[in-house]
T-cell receptor, first 111, second 116 residues
């Protein structure tokens, strides 16, 4: 809803700069990871995913990096735009079919 | 095509009342998930359906919560004797996956439940 992310960590970037959002995951057995974007009043929107047999995957303006050694995931957004402003969640999938979401980061893009 | 839809978008109820939240998944998606999102937090898993059956209901907080998907399409999340702590956004997601090898989940806009 409108209040998603009230107390979340915030990353503030200038329009046109690159953004890096980080996530630490907990389960070493997780083999599939997804980044979601959530705007106020909307459900999470799929951005990009990566399987554990990869360490990097690129999409349009976005790149996900996976470091299984330290259980760390990052989302890089190139040439950040005002429309990128939202809360970003990483999610992991392990033995079950459900996703376990991280705490989220609010990205604010300054014009 | 149409995405996941949820109704109502907002529901205000009084403590102790019964509520039903509806989810229409993307046509043809066999897997359906319910999550709950509290203020300032990420979504938390409640229950997962594969077809008509609940394959995993380990996230349901207690026996006041129940969900059905009788025809393998639309699902209803039912909450009995609502409590103020049930206030949250309830999200539904669907996935085309028949196994866990590819599990992209498409989310609906959610139902904001407020228990007074």
């Amino acid at each position: 809803g409108e209040s998603v992310g009230l107390h979340l960590p915030t990353l503030s970037v200038q329009e046109g700069d690159n953004s890096i959002i980080n996530c630490a995951y907990s389960n070493s057995a997780s083999d599939y990871f997804i980044w979601y974007k959530q705007e106020s009043g909307k459900g999470p929107q799929f951005i990009i995913d990566i399987r554990s047999n990869m360490d990097k995957r690129q999409g349009q303006r976005v790149t996900v990096l996976l470091n299984k050694t330290v259980k760390h995931l990052s989302l890089q957004i190139a040439a950040t735009q005002p429309g990128d402003s939202a809360v970003y969640f990483c999610a992991e999938n392990n033995a079950g079919n459900m996703l376990t979401f991280g705490g989220g980061t609010r990205l604010m893009v300054k014009p | 095509g149409a995405g996941v839809s949820q109704t109502p978008s907002n529901k205000v109820t009084e403590k102790g009342k019964y509520v039903e939240l509806r989810c229409d998944p993307i046509s043809g998606h066999t897997a359906l998930y319910w999550y709950r999102q509290s203020l300032g937090q990420g979504p938390e898993f409640l229950i997962y359906f594969q077809g008509t059956g609940a394959a995993d209901d380990s996230g349901l907080p207690n026996d006041r919560f129940f969900a059905v998907r009788p025809e393998g399409s639309v699902s209803t999340l039912k909450i009995q004797r609502t409590e103020r702590g049930d206030s949250a956004v309830y999200l539904c997601a669907s996935s085309p996956a028949r196994d866990r090898s590819y599990n992209e989940q498409f989310f609906g806009p959610g139902t904001r439940l407020t228990v007074l």
